[in-house]
């Protein structure tokens, strides 16, 4: 009987090397990055309990954030620090998924932590 190969891209490769080793508890929820082309989306999840903590994009209709998508990235970044700010998280585990870190993903985690947050 022929084996059967499943051969996975890099994109998958890579996202279960990050993950595997991800996890968010309530003292140190975990960040998702979402990366799409036209938008970025970011939750703060605690795995434990299977809870979203705080949630931003800048798809919103009612959203008046202009700008390069990095500009966008590091305002929706900022919002979701304050969320964070009023719930007193401040640490986080930060989940890039499959996403290099450059770019948007690194604007992020970089305006985080000038925000106070430790990733």
Known sequence: MPKIKHNLTVKQKRKIRVRVNI???ASRPRLNVLRSNKY???QV????SGKTLASANDAR???KITG???ERAVKVAKDIAQQLDKKKVKELVFDRGYYRYHGRVKAVAESLRKAGLKL
């Open 23 to 25: 996890h968010g508890t």
């Open 68 to 70: 390069t998508k990095t």
């Open 40 to 42: 970025c989306y970011l």
């Open 45 to 48: 999840i605690d795995d434990d």
């Open 61 to 63: 209709k009612d959203s």
